[in-house]
């Protein structure tokens, strides 16, 4: 009958290759029929449990747990007897060749190396990154398990000393045609993408590989870095690093829906960055397929697809338009339009408020009087109570259009007109003349028609005469929409420091502390590279840690 | 210098359109500045004041008040004494032929007429609607402000004898060629559309139009319809009628996003109409452009360019792959990749668990164990602490590949294997035979393998290795979510009575309760209609209005 036999080391430090080499070779030893080596972390014990590996012991999450089961307690407690010899020969295999003990010292083996490759547990993660800052290098912050105050700190410190730092929890980058952590192999090109989400970087980069395209960076910035205590400091780091390469001509942006406060900053400097932009924010509805240089995906194929048919004839959008300053008043008599509207500009027209709110935060505390940049559904229930629906009675716009002309924070008015069976019969000769007025005094008027030739109110007739007013007619609301967003430019956003694009350049070097199947890798894929042999500080011991951390600083 | 006079009518009932035309007549009499007729609700108040109209008396919403600026108050005393012959002549003029004074004796006018159009104000709607109901008619029932406790029970009505109610709230439908309500001129044609939201059918009905295709019918369900109360009533009706409906060879379904309870058997439904569907749940992601007989758009002008491209050539998906009984057990390395598989199966596959929620209620309580369709992402923070992450060990999924295929409940696996630089040198040597195993038990397992021919895994070799061991194999997820919902067939959905499709044959003749533009609007586009000279029950009583319905019941 097979029996379990378990060893519990406490606070032993051992990394995950190591570990999983343990398992793999306990597992393979006469007579021993599965083999469980892990930290006894909550999960890693229930997982154990589920494998019918686990041990009747007393572990904790820092202690490594080692189980056997075989054919007899006897053949299982020679197996775990084996556990010292596996280690020292895997130790040995490590240090057959020189590997320098610090940072400090690698740096000193490999000056030319500008970034530094972090996989250590997560506990550690922070303290080896802030050495590396120290030390003028940016850094490809694998480890998870990160506090995002440590994230938030240290990507603060990057960003006022012009380094970048991808992670924590970044799977994946590719930087001058070199892949950092897991990364598809893929040609060089046009195609440059920023990414809050790892395995999205690789697919979108391997499909632009198979379509024939090619990628020139390929810039991730961790999972945690478009949340509203992080403000997107990688990101738009890495999107102006994207605007400033003269190689890159297509920019592309993966994340998943970011933080309101941080989506809006973040879809500025993508719209200021004079290149298209393929924008794929997971799991949130863009609502149009383009505004302005902006192009929205809605999966990781498209987005590659679209990434790809730009790198061949990539139009910079031209900006013509006047500029408009001020704030948009949207006065719609429909509702969905008022939905589809508010749906395309909340991210880019930050904040919008509205009688009909997508997100919270957006309600119009009194929809009798905008507030900044505003949406208005004028036929929704509270103003058709005792009323004509505006599709039918103009008065409510007429007046509304007015009070919107006299407020000195309006900047362009946006306004629907909906033909057809049962509407106003002839709407321009009650909404043109005001039409007129406001143009006069300044604003610029948008209308967008929705109508058919066939429709009795003659849509040619209607079209031609709201232009004579000065309204800029558009039948598509997207088109409509795109136009707005031509005449309001976003304010730039000035970094307090510029990354250098040197730190960008082919076949960079790099320092790796961690795992080292990455540091295999960089050495396979040509670049140069150095191990660092690193043992956690103080053995692991979290106190002795924290004394040695005071004596730093 | 301007004054303001004000008179108070309490308790008067007169319809919309009377009011409108009521101000415009005061507003043009002589020394008149500007006109004010409304009922004295809250924001027509505040609206009022806003045109500097509101006069210092005491109204309430079912009080009528009449505000007249003039130059001198003499001027406004003599315009506001004119009021009642205004009226009178506004009467005189709607009498001037036989009008029905109530629906009974309109039905027995126009015998032939299946459908009653309602605009009476909210509060009096459900009651014409039901007694339409009653008469065995189908309702358009414009009115909004209604109660959603007589929304629900009048369509739980209409549901059990057959008949449809479109609406409250509903602004537009189209109905064997004529337009109810608000709606474009557009010509016949092979696209049905079921619409939540009224400006969303007239844009897309307008560009279907324009851009050269036509429309067999369209059918609003008002805008309270898809709530989780409400359940999607009249839409699943809706639909029905245009699987059915010879006429129809595209159908497009548009609306804001549904109650995620809603939008399961509502897609279900759509799936197993047969007919390609264009799908636009107005600000929600869909993740995909295509999901079997479902095609998702981001935008109305989308919405109608698939919708006239798919009339062009309609293909009707085959169904060729064998239908799986039991649950999704989907075990991701890549955590993007497990994302957007939820984004895309979330509404199609309801309910989902996952260890990577996007919405409420999907957070799976113990990710150690599947539980109904499950998404799982086992690269997340959890299952990395002191282990390595899935993308280099394979232990963790070798393990759980064997736990769901021993599991009675699961139907069919999904699985990721992304390779590149810093991944497992050879993931199909281990991955490859547990596969096998899990085939052979008779569970279909589809891989999903990112990469590209360039990386040092051999990608072609790897997907030959999958694809000999039984799995099927995709390089892009969307072709093998696509393939999942060819397999995962959604269960029939009957309906207690199906609604006759004459209903919805050529030019439908129709009653009409309320606004009498959309009685002329009938007329105009060539149908049989007849009007109802409607007073509200009791003079608009609250009280008699309740003993009067109590005698009828």
Known sequence: MAEIVAEVRQGAYYDSVVLMQLQRALAALPG?????????????????????????????????LLVVQADSESKGREALSQVDALLSRRRAAATSTFLPKSLESAARTLPEAKWVLISVPGRFAGGVAREALRLGKSVFLYSDNVPLEE??????????????????DCGTAIVGGIGFGFANRVRR???GLVGASGTGLQAVTSTIHTLGGGISQ??????????????GISARQALDVLRRDPETSVVVLISKPPDPSVAGPLLAAAQGCGKPVVVDLIGLASGTPRLGNLHFATSLEETARLAVDLAKAPSIPKNAAPEVRGY?????????????????????????????????????????????????????????LGRLHPMIDNDLRVRRLRQEAADPETGLILLDVVLGQGAHPDPASELAPPIAEVVASGHPVIVV???TDEDPQEMASQLERFQ?????????????????????????QALPAQIPLELFKETPAAINVGLESFYDSMLAQGASAVHVDWRPPAGGDERLMGILAKMKT
């Open 151 to 168: 994230e938030i700190s240290l990507k603060r410190a990057a960003l006022e000393q012009g380094l970048l730092v991808m992670g924590p």
């Open 218 to 231: 390929a810039l991730g910035t961790g999972s945690h870095d478009l949340s509203a205590e992080v403000g």
């Open 468 to 492: 004579s007013a000065g309204g800029l007619v558009f039948t598509r609301l997207g088109a409509a929409l795109d136009e707005i967003m031509r005449r309001f430019v976003p304010p730039a």
């Open 189 to 191: 090109g046009a195609i």
């Open 32 to 64: 021993v029929i599965d083999a469980g080596v892990v930290m006894a972390t909550p999960v890693n014990l229930e997982l154990l449990a589920a494998s019918r590996l686990r041990p009747d012991v007393q572990a904790g999450p820092d202690d490594l």
């Open 449 to 451: 028609l929705i109508g």
């Open 328 to 384: 948009l008043r949207a006065l719609f008599s429909g509702g969905t339009l008022a939905s589809e509207t508010l749906l395309v500009l909340q991210d880019v027209l930050h904040p919008i408020a509205t009688n009909v709110p997508l997100r919270a935060g957006q309600r119009l505390d009194d929809p009798l009087h905008s507030r900044g940049h505003t949406v208005l559904d004028l036929g929704a229930d509270e103003f058709t």
